[in-house]
């Protein structure tokens, strides 16, 4: 992981071969940058449980996780991926030209639209359009869909009630013009 100063506060890169343990090491060492505004930059595929550490650490250290991205020359390769690192509260609108990532729970009000995916690590209860400029093969991926209105490019369904009893994650697409949705394996 590097970590470097920016205007409002600290950039942490964190590459796909850090690990828990190194990243807690570094955290340590920078403990006293980590009292205002942090940015997190990830470079590769990481396991999620680094972003819980440094989230965690940073809230000890009385900062905060203001974004969470990927690098830039990802963002300009696919379109603007928008990565937000919070619940998306009734209200709330994302607008994206590429992808969005919601690290937290879609409430019932909110929404999301994407001209690609959509991808919610937590429940997906308000109002998301994937494909929004056409793109017939977005997809919507979410650990729980409960949301009244799904939409991917021109179709529209409606997904499950929360007494539904599907388990584990749930992922919308097309299929013949349909918006299927099943569980995610």
Known sequence: MKARGTRGGILLSVEADDTVESVEAALETHHELLSSKVAVEVTGRIDLTVLDLIR???GEAGGEVSDVRP?????QARGETVIVSRTVRSGGRIESSGSVVILGDVNAGAEIIANDDIIVIGKLRGLAHAGAAGNDKAIIWAQHIRT??????????????????????????????????RPWS
């Open 148 to 181: 009244p209105q799904l939409r991917i490019g021109n179709a529209v369904a409606q997904a499950g009630d929360e007494n539904d009893p599907a388990t584990g994650p749930e992922v919308a697409h097309l299929r013949e013009g349909q918006i299927v949705l």
């Open 56 to 58: 965690s650490k940073v």
């Open 71 to 75: 690098p830039t020359s990802v963002m």
